[in-house]
């Protein structure tokens, strides 16, 4: 059997829903984050694989059932990634090849000036997926696979392993019919509906969406605020902060949500945080993610997940904590009632 056959089944076995193979050729001519010699110096080839997200769970989480169940599944689910990734770099070791894993998500290239904002990967895991055909980009960006969607955590091991790279998919095989309902879903508004972008990795083009600028994702994704700019439905974030349609006005925001974020109550509906390496002294909480979690890869069942998460309502938090989900009009009410030393904690 074939090492590269080996390596399949293994993560395969494991809950693997596909795999594939990239090398320093077929990566070459791509950004930094493509370079696999940053984490690995001898490294030849890197392993790619996807892992499912629960969709029950990101169902409730849309529609604003429940906001731990899948924030728990997303943080499992990126843990199982990372482990899985270090089991295949053991499992390559223990045949004689140096291999290391890379962490699922929250590693940055430090060194690089103003890496808290661009916040540059260590290896990029959606070049590797593209390249070797685990998946392919989605209009937002995402990494997806036909029949799943985008809802999928990616996983990568780099290796001395001289291993023979797989193709990419063809647009044949895409999961994504640029249906867009990922830039809908999105409250920042950092998607652009229109123009596009482009990396080549060893001479093949890839195309997805521009982005305005990943601030507005950052304050978004964040947690800081939430609340679509149609002002019917948010995220799981209680705070109100404006967009700005200019970038340049966009850190000013960026920064008072940021301070004000520091005191808010702790929430009572869900225990579970995570420190970004950019943001080292705030303790997040999972409250969009919608771009990724919206598309299943069927416009139907993508349309249904918008349909759940339009109709969501819109969230606020009490001075106790306490979470509301409640009709726009009402929480737009509720928050205005409220004292104003609480709802400045929310608003500009």
């Known amino acids: 059997m074939s090492l590269e056959r080996e390596v399949e089944e293994f993560l395969l076995e494991r809950g693997a829903l596909k795999v594939g193979f990239a090398n320093a050729k077929s990566l070459s001519g791509g950004p930094p984050s493509a370079d696999l010699t940053y984490i690995l110096p001898e490294a030849r080839s890197a392993v790619s694989f996807a892992l499912p997200l629960d969709r029950d769970k990101i169902r409730a989480y849309l529609s604003k059932e429940s906001h ?11 843990v199982k990634s990372s482990r899985l990734a270090k089991a295949l770099a053991l499992f390559l070791e223990e045949k004689g090849y140096p291999s290391k894993r890379v962490i699922s998500n929250n590693v940055y290239r430090t060194e690089v000036d103003g890496w808290e904002l661009s916040m540059p990967p260590d290896i990029s895991h959606r070049y590797v997926a593209a390249r070797s055909g685990v998946g392919s980009f989605s209009w937002s960006g995402n990494i997806g696979l036909k029949g799943y969607g985008s809802a999928v955590i990616l996983g990568t091991c780099v290796t001395s392993a001289e291993l023979e790279p797989t193709d990419p998919e063809s647009p044949e095989e895409s999961f994504c019919d640029e249906c867009k309902m990922c830039v ?12 596009e972008t482009t990396v080549t990795l060893g001479g093949i083009t890839f195309s997805f969406s521009e982005r305005r600028s990943y601030l507005p994702c950052q304050l978004v994704c964040g947690g800081f605020t939430g609340l679509d700019p149609s002002g019917e439905w948010s995220t799981w974030s209680p705070g109100r902060y404006p967009i700005p349609d200019d970038m340049s006005e966009m850190m000013a925001v960026f920064e008072k949500a940021v301070a004000n974020y520091a005191r808010w109550p702790e929430r009572t509906d869900s225990s579970d945080t995570y420190v970004n390496m950019a943001l080292s002294d705030v303790s997040l909480h999972l409250t969009c993610g919608n771009c990724q979690i919206v598309c299943w890869g069927d416009r139907e069942q993508t349309r249904e997940n918008m349909r759940l998460l339009k109709s969501s309502g819109c969230v606020i938090q009490r001075e106790s904590g306490d979470i509301d989900v409640l009709p726009s009009k009402e929480a737009a009410q509720v928050l205005d009632d409220m004292p104003e030393a609480h709802k400045k904690l929310y608003t500009l």
Do not use: Q, V
């Not at 731990?68 to 990126?78: L, Q, V």
């Open 68 to 78: 731990t169940a899948h924030e728990r599944d997303n943080y499992d689910t990126n």
């Open 184 to 195: 809908a879903a999105c409250p920042s508004g950092m998607f652009d509906a229109k123009a």
